[in-house]
């Protein structure tokens, strides 16, 4: 099965009716790019952009990025490169934010949040992307978002920064779902955005109100709670009114009891660890996209993770 899985890794996946899938892997370094496209995925559908501004007692400046950016979308040659913005805070400090100390980091300045709060590093940040040759190969996406004026701020400070750069074509901005306001209104959100990419490690956390990073609640946190599911269906159901597509970024992406799921609901990208890229790949072959339809409906219907799990490992025969 995994040589059959490599075998095929640098093919297109193509559910058996015939729907294809993209299936990307998340990046955060020029290394895990060159992984991304040597185990066969299709892109980058989530360049963690923390690497370049942590542990250091400056920002980089937009030159940095600029470089940093542009050695990466070579490294994916040509294949698309989604670049989210800054999301630090919280926990993840730096000592050129001076964040002011929090009860509850998870609720707290982090995200786009710190965008918004510093907004001369986003303009630098957008400039340093918008730079990235060839153009059109990267989108961008904003994390955390929790309402859809901060999209719109967002997007006030990308169309200063392309008048600045003189660029004129339309430039790819999508939002990340992952907190539950997101989720419930994507409808709105997708209303104005380009794409919706969830992140099921943070949404798990907002919807189940369970720190992703306790060691004591991790056995309990699995992202294929039902209520976790019926946000992805609320997500898919509102991006599908306003005709854009919706991706999984999270660690759900790369859990193949998830995939029939995931593809049932109506989601059309994942974005997964690049090791995990070719065995996705080989699990979308595997699937009917009809058949997926009527199990993502049954999983709206459990009760618990586990029983979602019993369900998809007792319907689909393909043991991994
Ligand atoms: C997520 O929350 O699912 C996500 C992809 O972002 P991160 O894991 O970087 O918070
Ligand atoms: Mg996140």
Same mark, same amino acid.
Not at 29 to 58: C, I, M
Not at 228 to 251: E, K, P, S, Y
Not at 294 to 302: N, R, S, V
């Given at each position: ?17 015939? @729907? ?16 991304? =496209? ?16 942590? +542990? ?20 994916? +040659? ?32 982090r ?30 996406? @904003?994390? *955390? ?11 006030? =400070? ?16 999508? @939002? *990340? ?32 109100a ?5 060691p ?18 609320q997500?898919?159901?509102g ?17 193949? +009891? ?20 070719? +065995?996705?790949k ?27 799990r019993?369900? @998809? ?8």
């Amino acid at each position: 099965r995994k040589a059959a899985a490599k075998a095929a890794a640098h093919e297109p996946a193509v559910t058996r009716d015939g @729907v294809r899938i993209e299936v990307f892997a998340n990046t955060g370094s020029v290394a895990d790019a060159q992984a991304a =496209v040597a185990n066969g995925a299709e892109g980058s559908g989530l360049l963690r952009t923390e690497f370049l501004f942590l +542990d250091r007692e400056t920002p980089p400046d937009e030159d940095e990025q600029a470089r940093q950016y542009q050695a990466i979308a070579e490294a994916l +040659d040509g294949r698309p490169l989604i670049i989210r913005t800054l999301d630090v805070g919280g926990d993840k400090a730096a000592p050129y934010l001076p964040i002011p100390a929090e009860e509850n980091p998870a609720l707290g300045l982090r995200g786009v949040r710190v965008s918004l709060w510093r907004p001369h590093l986003l303009k630098a940040q957008l400039r340093a992307i918008l730079r990235v040759e060839p153009r059109g190969q990267c989108k961008i996406m @904003v994390p *955390m978002v929790a309402s859809l004026d901060e999209l719109r701020a967002v997007r006030a =400070v990308l169309e200063e920064a392309k008048r600045e750069l003189g660029i004129t074509d339309r430039v790819q901005l999508g @939002v *990340m779902i992952e907190t539950p306001a997101a989720a419930v209104t994507a409808d709105l959100l997708a209303a104005e955005a380009d794409f919706l990419s969830i992140g099921t490690n943070d949404l798990t956390q907002y919807v189940l109100a369970m720190d992703r990073g306790n060691p004591e609640l991790a056995a309990g946190i699995d992202a294929l709670h039902p209520a976790v599911l019926r946000m992805i269906d609320q997500t898919c159901q509102g991006a599908a009114r306003h005709h854009r597509w919706v991706g999984v970024c999270g660690g759900l992406a790369s859990d193949l +009891d998830a995939t029939p799921i995931l593809l049932g609901l109506g989601v059309a990208e994942l974005s997964t660890t690049a090791s995990i890229a070719p +065995d996705v790949k080989a699990r979308v072959r595997a699937l009917s996209l009809e058949a997926c339809r009527a199990l993502a409906a049954q999983a709206l219907e459990q009760t618990s993770p586990q029983a979602v799990r019993a369900l @998809v490992q007792g319907q689909t025969n393909t043991p991994l």
